[in-house]
């Protein structure tokens, strides 16, 4: 999380305004970034979930799919959306000091 803070300062050169706007923009591209890769392997992994209970058990998966997806997709993205605000909340600066 630290390293947000490093590498908008180095955008930034000086100006707190764009150092703040940096933060924000490194932070949510890589939130955005992990959310993808993520519910990409959820994904994934639900549908070997669903071929393999459909054919070990008979299970009807397609009728409960969208809801498990979409169960999991909310979780994911209260998770990533908390760390998201956590990294911003720890960059995040006001008052322009040493590092900046």
């Known amino acids: ?6 590498a908008a300062s180095k955008i930034s050169k000086g100006n707190l305004f764009l150092y703040n706007l940096n933060v ?7 939130s955005l970034f992990i959310f993808v890769i993520a519910g990409s392997t959820v994904l ?3 549908m070997i979930i669903g071929y393999v209970a459909g054919e070990i058990k008979g299970a009807d998966f397609d009728k409960k799919w969208f809801s498990i997806f979409s169960i999991c997709m ?9 760390f998201n605000l956590f990294a ?7 008052k322009k000091g ?3």
């Open 1 to 6: 999380m630290e390293r947000i803070g490093i």
């Open 24 to 30: 924000v923009l490194i932070s949510f591209l890589f």
């Open 44 to 46: 994934f992994a639900l």
């Open 74 to 82: 909310v979780t994911l993205t209260i998770l990533i959306g908390l």
């Open 88 to 94: 911003i909340s720890r960059n995040l600066k006001f």
């Open 98 to 100: 040493k590092g900046l």
